[in-house]
């Protein structure tokens, strides 16, 4: 044995350290930012609805869902145009001073119409969504999502359609972190809602009746891109949860993706990340860094597996099959040997 226990005790609590939550801290638009409120602090007037606790909304069907914990009407609403870019800045910890702690899992956008009602004063609960962009694995081999590059500091990026009618609307920017979708009820989910003007232009476009869903209500804990016990698995295909992206936004036949253009929606502006889990940033399975040294993701993966090997059938909504649990079980013996192996 090249590395003692301890060792790997050591290293499974700074998993679950790094394991932590956030929020969207920022919104940049044409140049211009729009600060957000930090969660359950004293509001200021903003554009960000501000949540109540940067912990995960959990369940697919938690009426938090609709714009994230305990969402609050905010007092402002920023002036965009259709086509133009918006930067989402998610940042980790109650008062956003450390990175995003997540990499696995998609970011997915939807937007609503405040109708006349301006966006400071409307209740979104009820409303109709549409979703106009989704990014997931960028590198399926590699179980890189464009999360990752979230993680390590760049801003999530999402274009407005470029024939969208003027008018108010909420844009709702969610990240699902799906380090725990191995069982049922693990997936986490962040949305983060927005109040905008789209200027005036002549522009019509517009989701069909079709393409229109409530949130929540487009997702099942079973979803399988919402439960998901090949998230860990290399080459496995990832199927996005909800409606697909509206035809006026440039739609999506499959519903299934490794996102060809999700680099492209993903700032590289962000700085390098200092912080320790920025390291595992990457993921790369072909480190060759020594065992004592084995990414945090990695080990993470490793931990998640033992969790769901050992558990009694009885923890999980969905019964681990014999097969499932031989399968398991040689992951995890693959996963042994990979850290003891230095890889
Ligand atoms: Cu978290």
């Known amino acids: 044995m090249k590395i003692p226990l301890i060792s790997l005790i050591v290293t499974f609590s700074l998993c679950s350290y790094v394991s932590g939550h956030g929020y969207v801290a920022k919104l940049i638009v044409n140049g211009q930012s729009y600060s957000g409120n930090a969660p359950g602090a004293q509001a200021t007037p903003s554009v960000i609805r501000q949540i109540s606790d940067i912990s995960p909304v959990k369940g697919a069907t938690n009426p938090d869902l609709n714009c994230g914990l305990s969402a609050q009407l905010a007092a402002d609403v920023a002036t965009v145009n259709a086509g133009d870019s918006l930067a989402f800045d998610w940042r980790g910890g109650s008062d956003g001073d450390s990175n995003w702690p997540h990499n696995t899992g998609p970011m997915l956008t939807y937007m609503t119409s405040c109708g006349s009602t301006p966006c400071s004063q409307y209740n979104s609960s009820q ?29 999530a990026n999402v274009t407005l359609p470029a024939t969208l009618a003027p008018g108010n609307y909420i844009i709702r920017h969610e990240i699902i972190a799906l380090q725990l979708a191995v069982s ?16 005036n232009s002549d522009q019509t476009g517009g989701p069909t009746e079709d393409e229109l869903v409530l949130l929540p209500g487009a997702y099942s804990d079973t979803d399988p891109g919402i ?4 998230i860990y698995n290399p080459g496995a295909s990832y199927t996005f949860p909800g409606p697909p992206v509206a035809a006026f936004a440039g739609g999506d036949s499959s519903g299934t993706s490794v996102s060809g253009d999700a680099s492209a929606s993903v700032s590289a502006a962000g700085s390098a990340s200092t912080s320790a889990a920025g390291s595992s940033g990457t993921g790369s399975s072909s480190s060759s860094s020594s065992a004592s ?33 031989r399968s398991l079980l040689t992951g995890l013996f693959r996963d042994v040997a990979l850290l003891y192996r230095g890889s």
Not at 184 to 199: H, R
Not at 299 to 322: E, G, I, K, W
């Open 127 to 155: 409303s109709k969504w549409f979703k106009i962009q989704q990014v997931g694995l960028v590198d399926a081999n590699s179980n890189t999502w464009a999360q990752a590059a979230v993680m390590n500091g760049a801003t």
């Open 184 to 199: 049922v009820g693990g997936a986490e989910f962040y949305p983060s809602c927005s109040q905008i003007s789209v200027g």
């Open 227 to 230: 439960y998901d016990p090949n």
């Open 293 to 325: 040294q084995a990414s945090p993701q990695s080990v993470c993966r490793l931990q998640r597996r033992m969790a769901l090997t050992t558990s009694d059938s009885s923890t999980f909504t969905v019964p681990v099959s014999h097969k499932r649990r």
